[in-house]
């Protein structure tokens, strides 16, 4: 599992004079570029394209309009055009973390993720203390699983920003990875003391807890799943084994019935509730679930139902 990361683009501008001196006058593409990161931060990225275009078009040697025309095109997914235009920022301007950051987000989007690592890396060295760049080198690391040194930088992340939910999340989605459940749920305790809002967050920990064997800790957690998501298939699932191997087959079997109610085709669901049943001698309704669940495709249930249901 992995989080979606919400990236907080930054419209900035490249100063054209000294502070504290008056410029002599206002150049005529900042009128456009003005109005499109207007326009941009209300929403309207089509608009503020059109504006921001007119802007690169007045003078090419705007890194300014490049900027945030690469920050537009990112937000429409263009993601190539984006990188195009951060190249341009580049051309004329280095010493800055932000384009580096930002050429990284869209290498990101074309899943160029030894690309983005690269510009990650850029960013850092000119800005050390840069959480939000070591969190996104780790995501990407761990989608290439590396999660050794993706653990490494979400630990830097938390470094210079303590409160940062996110990364104890994705640092504890590698701690999973690499079996360190204990580790994990550590992790996961954290981005949830943090932020109690995101269902992911206890779903993971449910998972890890389920892992450990601590189903009734599992249990509460896939709940709290439930309760924001309530047409969650999967928490469910999840719920209902930690369930079955608390041998609460009567809550599973109600837990399974959700499922199929959500989720009429659900072989699975179908499979385990039969089991469910089994156990507690209501065969009869077992051996129904296995047939629907062999009419869905499920071979688990074929063998169930040759074992318990065939005379």
């Known amino acids: 599992m992995r989080k979606v990361v919400t990236f907080l683009l930054i419209f900035f501008l490249f100063s054209n004079w000294?502070?504290?001196?008056?410029?002599?006058?206002?150049?005529?593409?900042?009128?456009?570029?003005?109005?499109?990161?207007?326009?941009?931060?209300?929403?309207?990225?089509?608009?503020?394209?059109?504006?921001?275009?007119?802007?690169?078009?007045?003078?090419?040697?705007?890194?300014?309009?490049?900027?945030?025309?690469?920050?537009?095109?990112?937000?429409?997914?263009?993601?190539?055009?984006?990188?195009?235009?951060?190249?341009?920022?580049?051309?004329?301007?280095?010493?800055?973390?932000?384009?580096?950051?930002?050429?990284?987000?869209?290498?990101?989007?074309?899943?160029?993720?030894?690309?983005?690592?690269?510009?990650?890396?850029?960013?850092?060295?000119?800005?050390?203390?840069?959480?939000?760049?070591?969190?996104?080198?780790?995501?990407?690391l761990m989608e290439m699983g590396n999660y050794t040194e993706a653990i490494m930088n979400f630990s830097r992340a938390l470094q210079y920003k303590p409160v940062f939910p996110e990364a104890y999340y994705n640092r504890a989605l590698c701690h999973y990875n690499q079996k360190d459940?204990?580790?994990?749920?550590?992790?996961?305790?954290?981005?949830?003391?943090?932020?109690?809002?995101?269902?992911?967050?206890?779903?993971?920990?449910?998972?890890?807890?389920?892992?450990?064997?601590?189903?009734?800790?599992?249990?509460?957690?896939?709940?709290?799943?439930?309760?924001?998501?309530?047409?969650?298939?999967?928490?469910?699932?999840?719920?209902?084994?930690?369930q079955m191997y608390m041998k609460l087959y009567d809550d599973a079997i109600k837990t399974y019935s959700e499922v199929i109610d959500l989720q009429p085709d659900n072989d699975e669901a179908f499979t385990n509730r039969g089991v469910a049943r089994q156990y507690l001698g209501k065969l009869e309704e077992a051996c129904a679930d296995w047939e629907k669940a062999i009419e869905l495709g499920n071979d688990k249930a074929g063998s169930y139902s040759f074992k318990y249901c065939k005379k």
Do not use: C
Request: aromatic content about 10%; charged content about 25%; overall charge neutral.
């Open 18 to 140: 000294a502070i504290g001196q008056v410029p002599a006058r206002i150049k005529p593409n900042k009128i456009f570029i003005d109005s499109g990161i207007l326009k941009a931060t209300l929403g309207d990225y089509q608009q503020a394209l059109k504006d921001l275009d007119k802007a690169v078009a007045m003078d090419s040697s705007s890194a300014e309009a490049f900027y945030n025309r690469g920050v537009v095109r990112y937000e429409l997914k263009n993601y190539q055009g984006a990188i195009e235009d951060f190249n341009r920022v580049l051309e004329l301007r280095q010493a800055s973390p932000e384009p580096w950051f930002n050429r990284a987000l869209a290498k990101d989007g074309l899943k160029d993720y030894d690309g983005a690592i690269r510009d990650y890396s850029k960013a850092l060295a000119l800005k050390a203390d840069y959480p939000d760049a070591y969190h996104n080198k780790g995501l990407d």
């Open 181 to 242: 459940f204990s580790a994990a749920i550590q992790d996961f305790n954290e981005a949830i003391r943090l932020d109690t809002s995101q269902a992911d967050y206890f779903a993971s920990r449910g998972a890890a807890r389920a892992a450990t064997g601590q189903y009734q800790d599992a249990i509460i957690d896939f709940g709290f799943v439930i309760a924001m998501r309530s047409g969650d298939v999967s928490a469910r699932m999840n719920k209902a084994l930690a």
